[in-house]
């Protein structure tokens, strides 16, 4: 009797606990660079807006808690494009974009750079028509007066969620960029009673990164543009995240809370970590699994300091694995042939491009194959 009644308890709490769980699912690009089409790799096209718009029905179908957000670089590939034809092409793409982002839905976009590239007014008027909010707390016009909201926040019944634009800075004509550690951290200040989690969507430099990691600041996630790397895992720091891949891949963040008030363990950085220190580890010992490492390289300080290094960075993943409690999974999506393209998304596009010929003509340049990063040069 006593038995059944500490197992009746027993799954009663857990009931209770998974009650008060809360899981959280973010699609986000950055780096868009003025992309609407599939890239021109005839082996393996990626990306296009339509293709973008199936996939994100097909994972807000799977959750309750779903959010899309963009960090940047969206509507122009350049932070300047010369004037006349080249321009004109462009904000006609940028239009297309921000016809579709209105039909496909999006949570918070922050500017980056490259958004300014067709002035300050004319991404004004872009933000006039967007369905959805811009967010940058730290750029102003050149009176110092705050252009977008500081943070867009979406309060349910059982968590908040903020989403925090966010720039180091960089030159232009049309905008100040305030010091962007300072900021943020005024930013927080305020969010402390209002926010739960909180997402930074970032158009940094490694520099400000690391002022913002040394601030241990209250931040659950970063959203990165501005470096064109496509991230395998977060990091060991906050979890963070470059999506520097024109549009032809979606990051889906998926956030499991037991505890707010924990932070996030990122699941695939600690596999990573153990399964590529591992390996760096037995390499060292050149074909004999059961050397001891510190004795093979006694006379090599130096290799014996990366070795405990390797070894303190296995432990680490280790013990936030051990301490488990809010998780981070994540997931990269590519937008391949596989995919069909939402209708009205691809209508979206087709009108656009005729738009765009019947306006200026056949005049844009043929992608260059495999140039994946919109550089100009083949990459393969």
């Not at 297309?96 to 002035?119: Q, R, T, V, W, Y």
């Not at 995240?241 to 024109?246: A, E, V, Y």
């Not at 070795?307 to 809010?326: G, R």
């Not at 393209?341 to 656009?352: M, S």
């Given at each position: ?47 296009g807006?339509a293709?973008?718009?199936t996939?994100l ?13 963009d ?12 004037e ?11 239009q ?24 300050l ?9 967007a369905?959805f ?23 349910k ?83 963070t ?6 549009g ?18 990122d ?22 699994l ?10 090599n ?30 997931e ?29 003509g ?16 083949p990459?393969?």
């Open positions: 009797m006593i038995k059944n009644i500490i197992i009746s308890i027993a799954i009663l709490v857990n009931i209770i606990l998974a009650q008060n769980d809360i899981s959280v699912r973010i699609v986000a690009t950055a780096n868009v660079h003025n992309e609407t089409d599939p890239c021109g790799w005839k082996k393996k096209p990626l990306g807006l293709r973008k718009a996939i029905d097909q994972s807000s179908s799977e959750v309750e808690n779903f959010y899309v957000v960090a940047g670089n969206l509507f122009f590939k350049k932070s300047e494009i010369d006349g034809v080249t321009m004109e092409a462009a904000k006609i793409n940028a297309i974009i921000l016809d579709s982002f209105n039909a496909m839905g999006c949570n918070a976009f922050s500017p980056g750079e490259f958004d300014f590239a067709g002035g007014d004319y991404l004004l008027s872009l933000e006039k028509q369905e909010p811009f967010t940058s707390c730290n750029i102003t016009n050149k009176n110092g007066k705050q252009l977008f909201k500081e943070y867009v926040l979406d309060k019944s059982d968590y908040s969620i903020a989403f925090i634009g966010l720039s180091s800075k960089f030159e232009s004509s049309y905008v100040n960029v305030e010091e962007p550690v300072e900021r943020i951290k005024s930013v927080l200040k305020k969010l402390e009673n209002k926010s739960d989690i909180n997402v930074l969507m970032f158009h940094g430099d490694d520099t400000d990164l690391r002022n913002i990691y040394n601030e241990n600041l209250d931040i659950d996630l970063i959203i990165r543009s501005k470096d064109r790397k496509r991230s395998s895992d977060g990091g060991n720091k906050i979890p995240f470059s999506l520097g891949d024109r032809k891949i979606l990051y889906q963040f998926d956030l499991n809370y037991t505890d707010l008030n924990v932070e996030l363990t699941i695939v950085w600690c596999e990573n970590t153990e399964k590529r220190i591992s390996d760096r580890l037995e390499k060292m010992k050149k074909g004999d059961l050397a001891d490492l510190n004795d093979l390289y006694k006379d300080p130096a290799t014996l300091r990366r070795i405990a290094n390797y070894e303190n960075q296995i432990k680490m993943a280790n013990e936030k694995m051990k301490n488990l409690v809010n998780e981070l999974k994540f990269k999506i590519e937008l391949d042939k596989n995919i069909d393209g939402r209708i009205d998304i691809l209508q979206i596009v087709d009108t656009g491009k005729i738009y765009l010929e019947e306006t200026l056949p005049m844009l340049p043929k992608p260059v194959p495999h140039d994946h990063d919109g550089d100009g040069i990459d393969h």
